[in-house]
């Protein structure tokens, strides 16, 4: 299946909304090292549009993880909840960064479903965030 065109206006008004940082996990490009993707929040498969609205970027851990997914299910209630929208809502409103500044922790039943599906603290990233709050560059602190 061949990705879907996105217009280089589009592709350079994502990379200034997200600050050239995953719009999950906000792990930035400049300190990964590794060029981030172009992800349609709801899938083309679910009929998502190659729209600004639509699109994000992400790592591509959180890309792959995310797949096709729309919701997952929130640890504590054990309900189905919606994923994290980057372009309808705001990352403050339903993660935090916990004390260490290493691991997201989901706030709100989307939060914690879109921590858990994605595995925002997978245990590579979280080794890769200890060295950038050692270094004084991790957490964001712009949210």
């Known amino acids: 299946m061949s990705r879907p065109y996105i217009p280089v206006e589009i592709r350079q008004s994502i990379m200034a909304l997200d600050k050239r940082r995953c719009a999950y996990c906000l792990s930035p490009e400049v300190l990964s090292g590794i060029a981030l993707t172009f992800d349609h929040i709801v899938p083309v498969a679910a009929g998502g549009e190659t729209a600004l609205d639509n699109l994000c970027l992400a790592c591509r851990s959180c890309n792959e993880f995310k797949g096709v997914q729309m919701a997952g299910g929130d640890p ?14 705001r990352w403050s409103a339903h993660f ?3 004390e260490s500044g290493t691991l997201v922790e989901g706030v709100t039943a989307v939060g914690r479903a879109t921590v858990s599906a994605l595995k925002l603290n997978h245990s590579l990233i979280v080794k890769t965030r200890v060295r950038w709050v050692m ?6 602190q712009d949210l």
């Open 76 to 89: 504590e209630t054990g309900e189905t909840a919606s994923l994290f929208n980057p372009r309808a809502q």
């Open 135 to 140: 270094a004084g560059w991790h957490p964001p």
């Open 96 to 98: 935090r960064w916990d």
